[in-house]
């Protein structure tokens, strides 16, 4: 089955330093990979994503690598903001299934940015 | 962005009472609604599909009969926790997308969580 690993949090930085929140996956075929962002007391929103290997998700800053051959998505921003606090979930859904609208996810990590 | 609500966002309850959570989509018609689980700092796992109209699909282990779940129109759906014991607490999250699938995005509500005492 698929499955999504994360590194565990909370994971904390002062401002305008480097992040990297590493995620690796287990799937058969091409999964489609996703970087959601989950703010205090709102919904999971969808931070970027990337649907082929070698494509590169990003936004506000922050980018991802579909990386096939370390079967990696890991995600970067290389200053962050105290406005960046929040926990991160990666997932995948995997079209080469079945049920291919399905998001898998993983863990989560909370970052907590200090000013 | 699309916006999807949750009611309420927290809940206590008796073991052996229901509890209905509802999930809305505010601004679009939700053709697909997804319910997801969240124990403390595990992953969200999906629990049920549901089609406007229709049944929902239940992965497996889910049980249907203590998970009951209605999307009755294209803007809401629910999930009723029946004869609730401490083991059912936890977050629950939904989620819901409009369109084909697979070609859209999901959309997700800011969570319930459920104390059962």
């Known amino acids: 089955g698929n499955s999504v690993t994360q590194m565990e949090g909370p994971v904390t930085l002062s401002e305008e330093a480097f992040l990297t929140i590493n995620c690796t996956y287990t799937a058969t075929g091409y999964p489609s990979l996703f970087w959601y962002v989950q703010y205090p007391g709102e919904g999971l929103q969808l931070l970027l994503k990337?649907?082929?290997?070698?494509d590169k998700g990003s936004n506000k800053g922050f980018e991802a690598t579909y990386r096939k051959e370390t079967t990696s998505f890991h995600l970067e921003k290389g200053s962050v903001q105290v406005s960046d606090s929040a926990v991160y979930f990666c997932?995948?859904?995997?079209?080469?299934?079945?049920?291919?609208?399905?998001?898998?996810f993983g863990g989560g990590t909370r970052v907590l940015v200090k000013p | 962005g699309a916006v999807v609500s949750q009611h309420p966002s927290r809940v206590i309850c008796k073991s052996g009472t229901s509890v209905k959570i509802e999930c809305r989509s505010l601004?679009?018609?939700?053709?697909?609604m997804f319910w997801y689980r969240q124990f403390p700092k595990q992953s969200l796992m999906l629990m049920a599909t549901?089609?406007?109209?229709?049944?929902?699909?239940?992965e497996q282990g889910v049980e249907k009969d203590k998970f009951l779940i209605n999307h009755a129109s294209l803007t809401l759906s629910t999930l009723t926790v029946t004869s609730a014991h401490p083991e059912d607490s936890s977050f629950y999250i939904c989620?819901?997308?409009?369109?084909?699938?697979?070609?859209?995005?999901?959309?997700f509500g800011p969570g319930t969580r459920l104390t059962v005492l």
């Open positions: 549901s089609n406007e109209g229709s049944k929902a699909t239940y």
């Open positions: 989620s819901a997308r409009f369109g084909l699938a697979g070609k859209n995005e999901q959309f």
């Open positions: 997932a995948l859904t995997n079209p080469w299934e079945a049920a291919g609208n399905k998001l898998t």
């Open positions: 601004d679009f018609q939700a053709t697909t």
């Open positions: 990337a649907t082929k290997a070698d």
